[in-house]
């Protein structure tokens, strides 16, 4: 039987505050799993702590909040103990490019196959407005009274560096392209990175009136195999383009891990699978 946008939707109602960008990130996300048909049961998203963490309880799927910066290394786990699911991973600018910035690198050389929705709205906005790694430099904010003193981080050329194999830009004012561009991002095999400019309402850094002319689709004639012109592209401020700037095939985490396993049964039993008693009995 065809799937309703109802059946994506917890009995949970979202907290955030009216105007809030990630309503619109929900929205388009819910929508893109329902335009890809993949069952709420079939979907673990994990989500760190941050206004835009609360995504996860929101979606009708399983889910799991985990603690601040930690969405990547738990959506990691969950894909490896459940390679059948689609797992999405759900965080902010501070949960994801402050504490838990380190983690993106090392998902990244492993291609781990989920899809990690980085909600940047450049403030911590759960915690009442303290400057995030992505607040623009001379910016008043709670922790910062006489301007920001530290350069922002330049976001998509460290995901470029990472080789991530999907990388993509859009914004939560833009449903229609952010519904593809997720759509698009959980149909890749390895891991996504779509990275979602959103308005806080409360501690405005980004302004969404402002957003509709600062951001433009990438050139139609941009190769998204071509990493040099797509760090390139990622550099320019003006316009700052949306859509998939990087996608290429490599073997996933998955792929590697059961290649691992064929390598040491092989090596170890005859080809045949190791079962756990045979590990236990060996060290009797
Ligand atoms: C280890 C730890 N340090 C600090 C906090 C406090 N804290 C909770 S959310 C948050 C920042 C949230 O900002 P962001 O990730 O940008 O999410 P937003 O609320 O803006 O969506 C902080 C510092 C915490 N919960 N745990
Ligand atoms: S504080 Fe900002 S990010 Fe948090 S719910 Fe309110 S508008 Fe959204
Ligand atoms: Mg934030």
Request: proline share 5%; aromatic share 8%; charged share 20%.
């Amino acid at each position: 039987m065809k799937k309703t946008l109802q059946e994506y939707k917890s009995v949970i109602e979202p907290v955030w505050c009216p105007g809030c960008g990630d309503y619109g990130v929900l929205s388009a996300l819910q929508k893109a799993l329902l335009s890809l048909e993949i069952s709420p049961e079939e979907i673990i998203a994990v989500s760190g702590i941050g206004c835009s963490g609360r995504l996860s309880h929101y979606l009708n799927t399983y889910s799991l909040h985990g603690t601040h910066g930690r969405a990547v290394p738990l959506a990691l786990g969950a894909k490896a103990a459940r390679p059948d699911a689609t797992v999405l991973a759900v965080g902010g600018d501070g949960d994801g490019l402050g504490i838990g910035g380190g983690h993106i690198a090392h998902a990244a050389r492993k291609n781990v196959d989920i899809t990690y929705l980085l909600i940047d709205n450049r403030i911590y906005g759960l915690t009442k407005g303290q400057s995030s790694p992505t607040t623009p430099v001379g910016l008043t904010t709670k922790t910062s009274p006489y301007g920001v003193y530290e350069d922002a981080l330049a976001v998509l050329p460290i995901f470029l560096a990472y080789d991530i194999s999907f990388i993509a830009r859009a914004v939560s004012t833009n449903l229609r392209e952010l519904t593809d561009t997720l759509a698009a991002a959980i149909r890749h095999k390895g891991m996504s990175m779509v990275y979602v400019l959103s308005p806080c309402r409360t501690f405005p850094v980004l302004d969404a009136k402002e957003m509709k002319s600062l951001f433009q689709p990438l050139p139609d004639d941009h190769s998204r195999t071509d990493k040099m012109n797509a760090m390139e592209l990622a550099y320019v401020t003006e316009p700052m383009y949306t859509g998939v700037f990087y996608q290429v095939e490599k073997p996933t985490l998955e792929d590697r891990l059961q290649a691992e396993i064929a390598r040491a049964c092989g090596k170890e039993n005859g080809g045949e699978r190791i079962q756990i008693e045979q590990v236990l009995n060996s060290f009797a």
